[in-house]
């Protein structure tokens, strides 16, 4: 057990804590707190408590059962040999450094939280716990720390549409300034309530699908940007629904088509500086930076089974829509799976950093973050060689050329990734084996639940579910 973990009781000083925040947030109007997590399946779960019962709460948790771990987008619950039973009991603790009043609900705060055992040990299943822990072992064992960013895709919908039909809330084109202009009063909204939670944004724009936008956010140390993920998420889905507005964050809401991305953008640091930058490796990096990258290019295919974890990622995952779906890495190529982006010249000691692209929104942020920094750390470690660029789409490349680089196509199907994660002995041990069966589980079931649905269907039903 760590420093960071939760304890019955509470940790030193945090009920007196918690005690005065409560004065404070019940003076700011705040009438409640929600507790969030995030499950196996990528489904943001809740409990809320009334703000007056925060130094319980912070004390001795909230109540939560464990077969949540193996619940389904559709919240059918599949099985391993410890998970998906009734029995048993969790208990949720909020970390007050996270607690924010939600601007776009008024009477609320939200808090992510810890989830432990009713005998205090920390859940094997809580993907925060192990991305926390993930960070800190890198810390002890390399001496580095990262900085993290998941950049958020989503579609606007009609709310009047037809039962649960996608129909663009706006007309105007990819990129288009008429699109920002029809989501104008809805997008300064949306802007006002991220600033009021602390959040920093670095640009909004419409994206290239009908009815698609994209924010991205400040990068953060791992855990708190996977937070922000899920907290900007909340944030965007309460605005729009303010704005009559319905929202998908789903990998994809039509069949065909570009579907929504949740990119991952992550440096690696030691005694404050990048080491994707002023090294003598390729485009600046070091050559830790480079066997970084070479750790995470090396296991993409079983990566896939967290980043891109449902039947609609796949509807995602096609070649030339810049969705990263072949084992290659490029400078700011948007067509390889890993996009070296080295910043403008002035400012790259800040900004060089990689980013991850066959990852969506129906990924953990938390399990995702923890798959990806462990492959890197793994690469770094053995000292991984970085093999050649790929410039262009690498589907355009001849086979035999292909072949000879490594570049292969991602698996195509969720139990060819499935497959490949099974094998793969480091990101196992990295999640534990409690949550590494959880992901197989909750993925065969996801594929289970949509055999035989065409493109269509499949993206159906994802379609309101994330």
């Not at 008429?178 to 991220?194: F, Y």
């Not at 809401?253 to 992550?266: A, S």
């Not at 080491?275 to 066997?291: D, I, K, N």
């Amino acid at each position: 057990m760590s420093d960071s973990d939760p304890v019955p009781g509470g940790r030193p000083g945090e009920v007196e804590r918690a005690t005065a925040l409560t004065g404070e947030l019940t003076g700011r109007g705040v009438h409640g707190v929600v507790l969030a997590y995030v499950d196996t399946a990528g489904i943001a779960r809740v409990k809320t408590v009334p703000t007056a019962r925060l130094p319980a709460v912070v004390a001795w948790g909230v109540g939560m059962s464990p077969v949540f771990d193996t619940f389904l987008a559709d919240d059918s619950i599949v099985t391993t040999d410890v998970l998906g039973s009734p029995d048993g009991d969790l208990r949720l603790y909020p970390d007050l450094d996270r607690l924010t009043v939600l601007a776009a609900q008024p009477g609320w705060a939200w808090a992510p939280v810890d989830r432990i055992t009713q005998e205090g040990a920390p859940h094997p299943g809580c993907g925060r716990t192990v991305l926390r822990r993930t960070v800190a072992g890198a810390a002890e064992r390399h001496g580095i720390d990262f900085r993290a960013a998941v950049e958020i895709e989503w579609t606007v919908g009609r709310a009047d549409a037809a039962g649960d039909a996608f129909v663009p809330a706006v007309s105007g084109p990819a990129y288009g300034a008429a699109r920002q202009v029809e989501l104008s009063d809805c997008a300064a909204d949306l802007l006002a309530a991220l600033a009021a939670e602390g959040v920093e944004v670095e640009q909004f724009h419409p994206e290239y699908a009908a009815g698609q936008f994209e924010v991205s956010v400040g990068a953060l140390d791992p855990v708190a940007a996977a937070d922000h993920s899920v907290l900007v998420r909340q944030t965007i889905r309460a605005v729009s629904r303010r704005h009559g507005l319905r929202v998908s964050f789903a990998p994809a809401v039509l069949g065909q088509g570009v579907g929504n991305g949740g990119h991952l953008h992550l440096s690696a640091w030691r005694d404050g500086t990048n080491l994707h930058a002023g090294g003598t490796g390729r485009y600046g990096m070091t050559a830790e930076a480079e066997s970084f990258v070479a750790g995470i290019l090396g296991r993409l295919p079983a990566l896939t089974a967290v980043t891109a974890p449902s039947p609609a990622s796949r509807l995602r995952l096609r070649p030339s829509q810049w969705a990263g779906v072949f084992t290659a890495w490029g400078r700011e190529t948007r067509e390889a799976a890993l996009r070296v982006v080295t910043g403008t010249a002035g400012i790259r000691d800040r900004a060089a950093n990689l980013e991850v692209k066959p990852v969506d929104l129906a990924a953990n942020p938390y399990l995702a973050l923890a798959s990806v920094i462990a492959a890197g750390l793994d690469g770094l470690a053995s000292s991984a060689p970085l093999p050649e660029e790929t410039t262009g789409d690498p589907a355009r490349l001849d086979p035999g050329e292909a072949a000879a680089r490594g570049v292969r196509r991602l698996p195509v199907t969720l139990a060819e990734s499935v497959e490949a994660f099974r094998a793969d002995e480091v990101l196992r041990r990295a999640l534990g084996p409690v949550l590494a069966d959880a992901v197989t589980a909750v993925r065969l079931g996801e594929a289970g639940a949509v055999e035989g649905l065409d493109d269509d269907g499949v993206a159906a039903a994802y379609r309101w579910r994330y």
